[in-house]
DNA sequence: CTCTCATGGCTAACGCTGTTAGCCCAATGG
DNA sequence: CCATTGGGCTAACAGCGTTAGCCATGAGAG
């Protein structure tokens, strides 16, 4: 059990510092001092593996997000923790989230965090988590042009939902004490 | 030259019918009749024939996109139209652009379209570029839960951004030439 | 008509990947 | 004292992208 943990720690390392060309199954034996047949006797393969560093980057941006106030530091937590451990977050995207893995309520937390930042309006949640993920994936994909001000373009970004106080259709408006925070 | 149209044609069919693990130099060569290394007399390798699939699916897109007269034409097309060619999408987002390859004005052009529903204003233009690539990315990814309203997200988000014309503080409301918003 | 040479195939092979089969040693527990 | 099992090992397989080098065909030049 411990040489497991010992074996996603190094595959962690391995990914986040050299990249995930060289999340290699020999790679990573060779960093623990076996062999490569050797790691199946503790884990059923590479995509456990992943899966595994999946949910450590969920239960970890998880907590970068906790206890944010307000919308713009919300964004700003998120932003700030993807940009640190790029590897970590594609690895995270890239993958159909494997929810049995996941431990229960993770990404359920989060989740009610951004809900209750957006006044309880749950397609305005999902809108904002759509757009943070989305400039975070095309600034680390290397999509903006050089000079782009991409601060200025989450301020945009942030102060657009701010603004605009869901007007509920059907009248469940959130009073969200965190929606004049930011504003 | 002819030939090599022909590869990127079947590359492009392999890749969209099976999926990206089917796309392999052995493979692409058998449907063609020919042998692997054959291939590399028309292509330099695999990564050039992925350059020419994400030129294709950046022109695609662009030209789903003209001629969308708000908002929400746009997005609805930008939308539809990666539903429509999911692997062409994710492989034309997962590639740091190649902009030297890329027909020159092929993306300015839809960063053009943007810019000018945003009021031209860039920042506001690139958020909504996110925010779109964003949920697209996550639909595909198939992170949402599986009885997300993703019709009423989209509504949300679109609405959200066209509430609010940017109010913008310094008064800078940028008649912007249309310089660059895409990356 | 012949010679030359580029075009576009071919086979063999290399080094890499994830993974399986099967052996073996050491420690633990009845 | 013996059996079981945990955790290592080597050998090997199939598949990946890619390179080297050989050979037939066809077109243009002398």
């Given amino acids: 059990m411990n040489r497991r943990e ?13 990249g995930p060309e060289s999340l290699t199954m020999r790679r990573l034996a060779d960093e623990l001092g076996i062999q490569a047949p050797s790691l199946y006797k503790h884990v059923s393969g590479k995509s456990e ?3 595994a560093l999946q949910q450590r980057a969920l239960r970890q941006l998880t907590e970068a997000l906790a206890g944010t106030p307000d ?4 964004a700003a937590a998120y932003r700030r923790w993807a940009l640190a451990h790029p590897r ?14 996941l431990a229960p309520g993770v990404e359920v937390e989060a989740a009610a965090a951004v809900l209750r930042l957006a006044g309880g309006d ?12 989305g400039l975070v994936d095309l ?7 050089p000079g782009a001000d991409l601060d200025e373009v989450w301020r945009r970004a942030v102060t ?7 007007p ?5 408006v959130g009073p969200g004490a965190a929606g004049r925070a930011g504003g």
């Fill in 71 to 74: 919308l713009p530091a919300l």
């Fill in 168 to 172: 509920d259709p059907d009248g469940r």
């Fill in 6 to 18: 010992e074996i996603i720690d190094v595959a962690q390392r391995l990914l986040e510092v050299e």
């Fill in 139 to 145: 600034e680390l994909a290397g999509r903006f042009p």
């Fill in 160 to 166: 657009t939902f701010s603004a605009s106080r869901a």
């Fill in 49 to 51: 593996i992943e899966a």
């Fill in 122 to 133: 749950l397609p305005t949640a999902r809108a904002i988590w759509g757009m943070a993920h």
């Fill in 88 to 101: 970590l977050y594609e690895l995270s995207t890239r993958q159909p989230l494997a929810r049995d893995r």
